[in-house]
């Protein structure tokens, strides 16, 4: 990893090295709440990324809106060329929520439209906090809904290394169990199999592919390859491919969660039915039925 170092040829100058020095030892001294107050154009985030390069801690900066996250990830970017800076914001150009409207029997579907640049940005921001100590993630609020379970999500990783003894069947299970979807037309979050190599386009990655040789059951080899002209652009020693979802759980999971779903779903009927409801009674049942029987095929 390399050490958080700021590449800029301005200098802190004025009230900045005091504030500099002061938020790095409450940081070192463990306080929860600081304050940097100044003016718009004072310098504040040079400072604050002054701290960071200081204490030697990846940092976490919220924005209220993408507007401003944008600006802020693209200044941090620029002083920190030689680290992991990440932006992770909400991926929804357009979301209408599911609704169902019981005096006209009227039921409305959800609809997104996802930002495919943005979600690669966020896979992108995930495997490098996973990975990486130098590291600095620049987010909206819509950072802090539920992604489930970090320890969850890293027990789905698929861990390869040259030499290591694994059955290619189990790859591609894993691959699958993960949601990335076997294709011949290579794009991110799929993967294609020809004889022993398969090819892995992750979801944090623009241009380039992971390609595993199998020899048996062993890892031959390991390369990353530019997707549009095949050539190898290095060889690898191991590669750590991520989920293509945040959203993945394992298969004890999904079904515990399923089984909390029914007796939640009981528990809304009887009071629908209680109270003469008995038109969402039927609704609900029949499009959470449904949504079960897809979750438990997924």
């Not at 997104?112 to 979600?119: C, F, G, K, L, S």
């Not at 199999?193 to 390609?211: K, Q």
Request: include cysteine; glycine fraction near 4%; charge should be negative.
């Amino acid at each position: 990893m390399n050490p958080l170092k700021i590449h800029s040829e301005f200098r802190p100058t004025g009230d900045q090295p005091q504030a500099i020095e002061k938020l790095s030892a409450g940081l070192k001294d463990g306080q929860k709440h600081q304050v940097l107050l100044g003016v718009t154009g004072s310098g504040k985030t040079y400072t604050m990324a002054n701290v960071i390069a200081s204490t030697q801690r990846p940092a976490l900066i919220l924005a209220h809106n993408k507007t401003l996250a944008a600006q802020l990830y693209a200044e941090f970017a620029e002083l920190f060329p030689d680290n992991a800076v990440e932006y992770f914001v909400s991926y929804y150009d357009y979301y209408q929520p599911e609704a169902y409207v019981p005096t006209t029997d009227t039921y409305i579907q959800k609809d997104a439209a996802i930002n495919e640049r943005i979600d690669k940005m966020r896979h992108a921001a995930t495997r490098n906090l996973l990975d990486r100590e130098d590291c600095i993630i620049i987010a909206s609020v819509s950072c802090i809904y539920g992604l489930g379970s970090p320890e969850a999500y890293h027990q789905m990783l698929l861990y390869l290394e040259r030499g290591m003894t694994v059955e290619r069947d189990f790859a591609l299970k894993k691959l699958t169990e993960i949601l990335y979807k076997r294709s011949e037309f290579l794009e991110r979050g799929r993967f294609r199999v020809r004889g022993d190599v398969i090819d892995i386009f992750p979801v944090y990655e623009d241009d380039a592919l992971v390609r595993v040789e199998f020899f048996g059951d062993e890892v031959a080899e390991i390369y990353r390859v530019d997707s549009l002209t095949g050539e190898i652009l290095a060889e690898l020693k191991k590669t750590t491919i991520y989920p293509a979802s945040h959203y993945v759980v394992s298969e004890d999971r999904l079904h515990t969660a399923c089984e909390a779903i029914e007796a939640e779903l009981e528990e809304h009927l009887a009071w629908l039915k209680e109270h003469g409801k008995n038109l969402e009674a039927q609704r609900l049942e029949q499009r959470t039925r449904y949504d079960l029987e897809l979750l438990r095929h997924v």
